[in-house]
């Protein structure tokens, strides 16, 4: 197989059947049947590969595996049915009552919902730190830290950290160092590379990117998937095949779609950078992002999602919004269409005032997913929007 992802994420596919099919078959099936008494055991217990039961495996969960693993410099991996269903089994998996989780204090609304209310129950502690304060983190490391976890860029402040540096940290501790590392997907970012012991996607985003299908993957080492294998073939978050099937023929466009949701979404950043109506434009491959170093040096490109904040808070950012004719009004991200949200008023609406502006949200802040209809009508759109 050839080193490129663009080839890796079109030509790894799953072993035919005596049909030959050149596009991969939809295997609808829950269980799979033996030869015989003896290949049932044998399967049973682990002398043999093969499919038993798709709440283990399936030809297209393991396609889609096999496949995300490649793109991504992992040894391993385990998909789910969807992305908070891989950070509950990657959490569940690793941590025992007593430990603690040190994590980004920037994290999707699930995972702090996991961590305040969830794990919490089951005696696991959890500390936030911010992702631009690097010089932070190794002192808020406790005897009991287990596991740290990274949202970069993070939602919807898109604030950048050193992986390689929390990699770093995190070897020297012996803790497990977990990435979400959704929006950048593997095209534009590979923390196992970069140290990271895992790497967490909601496969909701862009590796579907068409806003059909839920579905989530950890990748790791073969020694860490074998603890998630362990958790996940119980406790039953399997993803559908149907889905894996769907995620799996999408990865083949990732590559040209990333490039162009960059491509868009740095011309948009770009151009409001400039506009006097905007406060603050937030975007990773913008020589005035405050970590624009450490994104040059980990991600390829940008990615497709730029938070702004308009002049006039809340007031501005609704009035903003409602200009808004072809951006869908929505809570989803990474779409070919693009997407506004005002997360003050939805995603982050449980936080407090204060606990947004930590995490870089204002009442004017609006996060722009940027799709890929035409430049030219996304700008325009925009424009329109402002002067309203
Ligand atoms: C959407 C998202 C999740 C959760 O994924 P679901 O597929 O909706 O469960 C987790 N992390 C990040 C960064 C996300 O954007």
Excluded at 28 to 48: G, P, Q
Aim: proline fraction near 3%.
């Amino acid at each position: 197989m050839s080193e490129n992802f663009e080839t890796i994420a079109i030509r790894l596919q799953a072993e035919r059947s005596a049909f030959k099919e050149h596009s991969v078959p939809l295997y609808l099936t829950s269980s799979y049947k033996f030869d015989d008494a003896e290949e049932m055991r044998a399967l049973f217990a682990n002398e043999k590969e093969g499919n038993v039961y798709s709440r283990y495996a399936n030809p297209n969960t393991t396609e889609l595996i096999d496949k995300m693993a490649a793109l991504e410099g992992a040894e391993a991996g385990w998909v789910t049915a969807t992305g908070m269903a891989a950070i509950f089994t990657t959490f569940g998996a690793f941590l025992k009552s007593g430990d603690h989780v040190l994590s980004s204090r920037s994290v999707f609304g699930s995972t702090h919902q996991l961590l305040t209310n969830v794990f919490s129950k089951w005696g696991i502690t959890y500390s936030y730190a911010n992702l631009d304060q690097p010089e932070v983190w190794e002192g808020l490391i406790q005897s009991n830290t287990k596991l740290i976890f990274i949202e970069t860029p993070s939602n919807p402040g898109i604030d950048i950290i050193d992986l390689a540096f929390i990699a770093q940290i995190a070897k020297k501790h012996g803790v497990l160092f977990v990435v979400d590392n959704c929006f950048a997907t593997p095209y534009l970012q590979q923390p196992i590379k970069l140290g990271a012991d895992i790497s967490i996607h909601s496969a909701t985003k862009y590796i579907d990117g068409q806003g059909r299908t839920l579905g989530g993957v950890i990748l790791g080492s073969k020694v860490n998937m074998l603890e998630i294998e362990a958790f996940a073939r119980h406790s039953g978050p399997a993803m559908s095949p149907f889905n894996a099937w769907i995620l799996s023929k999408s990865l083949e466009t990732l590559a040209v779609r990333m490039d162009r949701h960059c491509e868009n979404a740095l011309k948009v950043a770009e151009y409001l950078e400039k506009h006097p109506k905007i406060k603050l434009v937030k975007y990773p491959f913008l020589a005035s992002h405050p970590q624009y170093a450490i994104a040059k040096k980990q991600m390829k490109q940008g990615g497709g999602i730029v938070t702004i904040v308009v002049n006039g808070g809340v007031e501005g950012a609704r009035k903003f919004m409602d200009g808004l004719k072809m951006f869908s009004i929505s809570a989803n991200l990474a779409d070919t269409r693009s997407i506004a949200t005002h997360p003050a008023t939805s995603t982050h609406s449980k936080l407090t005032e204060e606990q947004r502006l930590e995490v870089g949200i204002e009442q004017g802040s609006i996060r722009l997913s940027i799709g890929l209809e035409h430049i030219d009508d996304i700008l325009k759109d925009i424009e329109d929007a402002l002067n309203a």
